[in-house]
């Protein structure tokens, strides 16, 4: 099994960046499909991103593509979430997630989950 633990929320003001970690343990993250999704107050949990076990391959949510970037070092066993040109749309706890699949968008295919990290965007 493996524990995931995401890291580098914090507030940002509108247009700014911030990069989300997402540091595994237990197992080594090249066995898993990796994504991001968030969730915002009284909100769904949404998809943002996926990205394959080599890395060669990444799907975006239509509201974060060509501003956010999934990334990962498998040899850090971490994944990363660039953010930039930030809104206050994006305001949420992000969570990154383990999986067997790709592209995987729907958060029941995913088994195993962080705590999650706040991101709040002021405008």
């Known amino acids: 099994q493996v524990q995931l633990v995401e890291s580098g929320g914090g507030l940002v003001q509108a247009g700014g960046s911030l990069r989300l970690s997402c540091t595994a343990s237990g197992r080594t993250i090249s066995m898993y499909n990796m994504g991001w999704f968030r969730q915002a107050p009284g909100m769904e949990r949404e998809f943002v991103a996926c990205?394959?076990?080599?890395?060669?391959?990444?799907y975006y949510a239509d509201s974060v593509k060509g501003r956010f970037t999934i990334s990962r070092d498998n040899a850090k066993n971490t994944v990363y979430l660039q953010m930039n040109s930030l809104t206050p749309e994006d305001t949420a706890v992000y969570y990154c997630a383990a999986g067997s699949f790709f592209p995987a968008v729907i958060s029941k295919t995913y088994p195993y989950w962080g705590q999650g990290t706040q991101v709040t965007v002021s405008s």
């Open positions: 990205i394959s076990r080599t890395g060669e391959s990444t």
